[in-house]
């Protein structure tokens, strides 16, 4: 997983049906050699903008949502507690 | 997933049968670190050259496409709003 | 999926026995951030040194070959089209 | 696989129900051009800070865990032995 | 796949039980952009140290294993012909 901020919702009204209602945000690599990546994720748990969060990808992301059909490969899987330290 | 900009499409005469009737194109990638990398994507939600996307890859590819023994691995699932700003 | 340029044969004798058969080739990854990237693929379609072709990438490379127990995770989908003109 | 140092825990109490009481860690991969990326990853072996461990990513990291539905996408498989010497 | 050369073993006492008695090894990665890069591989071909070897990875690499349950994402599945010469 790579741990990453939220920075915005992305919308898209044209879309895979299976896709409806499922939250998109932005998200940006905090850590890291990637840092600085931006990447689409799903998010069912209610995370905000400006949260850091853990990201999986693949089919990790289609076990997240918990429908292995929807045509995702990255999701939010947890939100990091704000105490938690993350190297640079 | 990741968000990239359709920049034409690419024909392939001599392929996979079981790409026949799919339309590839070529989707550059537009935001983060990867930016300016070039995907070949497939795309079966009638978007067209110039239109900014919301692609997926590996497996959720083919779940896009709804066959999952197609061997493509990445396909456009959103076309992302007008109105909708990236980072750069 | 990514274009790329068929630069030559590779050949292994000692392999796993479910290779036995497959073309395996060097392909140069011609466009975006990743052109020069280096791969071996698996070849089914008849390609030749010098073309330029679609490569599909972990599990659609083993929907590409009709057998998702054979070890490969890169194969060529598609043969470019002459006139096909490609960003760089 | 990669080569990865443990650099500390991560925490997140808001997270997927089935990360529940699940070791959660950041981790520096330590050799070659992917040295200092980032990656959180999943351990099941007690494994400890400093530790230098194999880390196996994508389907490889659910059979780690030993249930294919927890969306995670690394985890680790292996303590490297203290007198292995790796290439820098 | 990719193309690499065996730099060394790498020895792991605690590890996932599924990986007793499985020779893993340090490869380098000897073509394109990606030449540099180290990668932990299952090698249940016999390949020795300084074999270059072709390498495959993700599920490619637990059907080369055959066992689709052991926790690895790369293995060697050919060693290269002395005789094959490779781009640089």
Same sequence: chains 1, 2, 3, 4, 5.
Avoid: F, H, Y
């Amino acid at each position: 997983m790579v741990t990453a901020k939220l920075v915005d919702n992305i919308w898209a009204t044209r879309k895979s049906e299976s896709l409806n209602g499922l939250k998109l945000m932005l998200a940006e690599v905090i850590c890291g050699k990637r840092a600085g990546d931006i990447i689409v994720v799903a998010d069912i748990i209610s995370a905000g903008i400006g949260d850091r969060v853990i990201i999986a990808t693949g089919g990790a992301a289609r076990r997240m949502i918990g429908d292995v059909n929807v045509p995702i490969d990255a999701a939010v899987v947890g939100i990091i507690d704000d105490e938690c330290q993350l190297p640079e």
